[in-house]
């Protein structure tokens, strides 16, 4: 099922490439959604298909994220017609393939049990996102896209050299050098120490690198803003859960081999810092696109606070994982609907945007009240685990300090919200062309539809997959 999943993407990829109709290339992309979907639903609900090969497996942790991945793009694939739509001035052959194969690297990371073959895979998702980043040829995309690029690689090669000092701390006490998960799980408590807590930094910063998690998170006010609204969907969404992944990875190595303490701290001190820096930003900010890039800082800043807190947290943080995925797509999408209706990303120029786009103004609007963590929306149910985590494991200074960065960050980003869509739209912005379609509406009305669901009731299959991760994290059969 693993090469199902991976190359049924990649293959589409090369037959959209092969179509030379820009009308009917992107009705690949849902094809290919719902594809890529019915497979994930079977993989899971049937266990004797989560392991393809010694190197593909999909454990707990790899469906979860796999089901957020495929849920997204399933939403996203349907708005990208609509969108390509509008866009007839521009080809989208690259824009099509590169998205169909970003789909297919992604659920490789979430099948990944070799380290090596994780890191090639998330390394894969960069270059394959580069071009989408780069849809609208403009100087500010070009621009976004090499810094993505570049900041990227610096990440990912630290993320290397830390793969290869935690081979390394096999190699140091005289055991077989292996990059299975399995295989240094096995091993883990007789690792080097010294070289384990090195390599933990190297991959905390080079997965955190692609998380965004500060100070490395320069390139994403760039990337998100510059890019198309479904691509930073799918950044926020997607890659950003897959390079969490990978961090749940080595956390997993090292509770195992004992050195819980050592890397919570990290952890804490880095998903604090996010949340500061975003908060930071937030306040005064005119560019609403740039404004969900520091959103999306501030959410990782909240997952690697949640799994420094421990196991108190760590359902509130796998729950967290899964409801951010989702808003970000409600955010992004009617936030690419507002661009596209204004021509402009500043709250200078943009405002109104619910009397001008009825529904993509107010699900902007839903979305913030959502990824704010407001009740009754699923983002409340998982920060209200993480701060009872917090509670329940004695740390009292990080809960407050998580309370006080929400209300910071609640501030900031109403404001700017607010601003977008209150009021009454410019005459130039209410005879611009562009109309909310359905195409363009009803997957963001899906996406904020199971928001509310996991904010009213979580589905028992969804709470059994994340109890399992849990379980699995915590190194319990």
């Known amino acids: 099922m693993a090469f199902a999943m991976i190359f049924l993407p990649i293959l589409m990829a090369a037959l959209s490439a092969a179509i030379p109709s820009n009308r009917l290339r992107p009705w ?108 609208n040829h403009t100087q500010r995309s070009i621009e976004a896209t090499w810094k993505y690029l570049l900041v990227g690689s610096v990440g990912i090669a630290l993320a290397l050299l830390g793969t290869f000092f935690l081979a390394y701390a096999s190699l140091h006490t005289g055991l ?55 691509v930073g969907a799918m950044l926020a969404g997607g890659v950003t859960s897959c390079a969490f992944l990978a961090l749940l990875r080595i956390y997993q190595i090292c509770q195992v081999a004992g050195e819980g303490a ?45 799994l420094g807190i421990g196991a108190p947290a760590l359902f509130g943080t796998l729950l967290h994982v899964v409801t951010n995925g989702l808003t970000k797509g409600v955010l992004f999408l009617s936030a690419g609907n507002i661009h596209r209706a204004y021509g402009s990303k500043s709250t200078e120029q943009v405002f109104g945007a619910m009397r001008r786009l009825p529904l993509s103004g107010t699900l902007f609007l839903v979305g913030f009240l959502a990824i704010t963590g407001s009740p009754p929306f ?23 300090l998580f309370l006080f960065l929400l209300l910071v960050v609640f501030i900031g980003m109403g404001a700017t919200v607010l601003k977008v869509v209150q009021g009454r739209a410019s005459v130039e912005a209410r005879n611009t062309p562009y109309r909310d379609s359905f195409l363009t509406g009803a997957p963001i009305v899906g996406l904020a539809l199971l928001v509310l669901l996991v904010g009213l009731y979580i589905p028992a299959p969804l709470t059994a997959l994340i109890r399992d991760a849990v379980l699995f994290l915590e190194g319990q059969p």
């Open 176 to 230: 077989e050098a292996t990059l299975t998960l399995e295989g240094i799980l096995e091993h883990a408590p007789k690792l080097s120490k010294p070289w384990l807590h090195a390599a933990f930094v190297l991959l905390l910063v080079g997965y955190g690198t692609k998380m965004g998690l500060a100070p490395m998170h320069s390139w994403k006010p760039d990337a998100y803003g510059e890019a198309p609204g479904v």
């Open 262 to 306: 050592y890397v919570s701290r990290l952890l804490l001190f880095m998903g604090l810092l996010s949340m500061a820096v975003a908060s930071l930003f937030m306040v005064g900010q005119r560019d609403f696109k740039r404004m969900l890039a520091y959103s999306s800082v501030e959410h990782m800043g909240i997952l690697a606070l949640g």
């Open 378 to 400: 699923g983002p409340f149910i998982s920060e209200f685990s993480i701060l009872n985590g917090a509670f329940d494991a004695g740390r009292f200074a990080t809960g407050g």
């Open 28 to 135: 690949l992309l849902p094809v290919t959604g719902v594809a890529h979907l019915a497979l994930t639903l079977v993989t899971l609900a049937r266990p004797e298909l989560t392991t393809s090969a010694a190197w593909l497996v999909l454990d707990p942790l790899g469906k979860l994220i796999l089901l957020v991945v495929s849920l997204l793009f399933f939403f996203c694939s349907f708005y990208a017609v609509g969108y390509l739509h509008n866009r007839e001035e521009r080809p989208n052959r690259v824009f099509c393939a590169c998205l169909m194969a970003f789909l297919g690297i992604m659920s490789l990371v979430t099948w990944a049990h070799h380290l090596g073959l994780m890191w090639v895979a998330i390394e894969g998702t960069t270059l394959v996102t580069a071009p989408l980043i780069y849809f």
